[in-house]
C-alpha cells in the first residue's frame, strides 16, 4: 500500500512536471531538503487546534518510544483531516524528536 502511494506521488508529480512548467516547483517542493524545518512549519500550521506544545512535555507524556511518536503523529493527523503526505508526516516526526522527545 506504502510504496505504491509513493509511486503514484511520484508519477503524478513527474507526468505533471511534463506538461505544466509551474510543477516543477511543486515537485522541488515535495523533496524535503530540511527536514526538520518543513516538519516544524508543517507542525505549526496543523497541529495547534487540540493542544499546544505542552503535551509533549508534560510529565505523564505517554509516548514512549520513535515508534508510538510516529504512530500518534499519523493518529493526530488523521482524526483532524490534516492533508499531508507521509513524508510530512514523517518531518514532524523529526522536528518532535529533535526538539522535544529525543530517542
Ligand atoms: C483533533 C484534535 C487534534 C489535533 C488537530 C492534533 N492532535 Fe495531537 N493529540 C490530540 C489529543 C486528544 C491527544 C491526547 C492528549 C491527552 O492525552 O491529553 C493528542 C496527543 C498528541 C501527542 C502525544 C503527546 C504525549 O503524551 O506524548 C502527540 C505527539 C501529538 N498529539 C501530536 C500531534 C501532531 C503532530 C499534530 C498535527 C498533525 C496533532 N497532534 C494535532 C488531539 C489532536
Known amino acids: ?57 508534560r510529565e505523564n507524556r505517554f509516548v514512549k518510544s520513535i515508534d508510538a511518536l510516529s504512530k500518534q503523529v499519523v493518529r493526530c493527523k488523521e482524526g483532524s483531516n490534516i492533508p499531508w503526505f507521509d513524508e510530512d508526516a514523517d518531518a514532524v516526526v523529526q522536528f518532535l524528536n529533535n526538539k522535544y522527545y529525543r530517542f
Open 1 to 57: 500500500m506504502k510504496p505504491a502511494i509513493i509511486c503514484f506521488t511520484r508519477c503524478l508529480l513527474f507526468t505533471s512536471a511534463l506538461g505544466f512548467s509551474i510543477n516543477s516547483s511543486a515537485d522541488s517542493e515535495h523533496e524535503i531538503k530540511d527536514p526538520i524545518k518543513h516538519g516544524e512549519e508543517a507542525h505549526q500550521n496543523h497541529c495547534y487546534k487540540c493542544h499546544s506544545d505542552d503535551v509533549y512535555t
